[in-house]
């Protein structure tokens, strides 16, 4: 695995290092050793599964607040999504930041997203699928979202939005006094 570094502190796009010969391709996606080279040394508690029908669907801009605020390695393993992530850690270096980075089943990319930072994705092909792993349990009381068009943050989108929640759009914008999530 090779991890870089990217625009937001804490997050990291991962290449995997898939070993390949006749019979296919064989690639670890995790190791507790060398996710703790860049100081990730929490434990996963939680893998989700997001199958999305329609090219265009949008999930996000989703995060939990403490005690629940979590960390998602996530990747995606059939189609393509462009999936985004906005730090909103109060006094966070990159606040409000966002990064846009295309995962696919053929780049077989990760992302390993911290803490504070609100995450979504748009799919590109229909069927796309992603595997998400979480530190911490979905806890409802916890669950808050961002709207991705908001003004504040300067998200644009790739593609057109096809399908997204009820849930998703109804997200309140951030006032401008919005100082960020308290970790």
Known sequence: MTFQETAIAGVFTI???PLQDNRGSF???FCKHEFASIGFTKDFVQFNHSWNLAKGTFRGLH???PPAAETKLIRC???SVEDIVVDIRRGSPTFLRSLQVQ???TNMRMIL???GCAHGFLTLEENSELLYHHTEYYTPACDKGVRFDDPCLNVRV???IAVMSEKDR???LLSHDFEGIAL
């Open 15 to 17: 290449e995997l290092a």
């Open 27 to 29: 690639a670890r996606t």
């Open 63 to 65: 995060y939990q607040i």
């Open 77 to 79: 393993i059939r189609g």
């Open 103 to 105: 995962l696919s089943a």
């Open 113 to 115: 997203i911290p803490e």
């Open 158 to 160: 790739s593609a057109e």
């Open 170 to 172: 109804s997200y309140p």
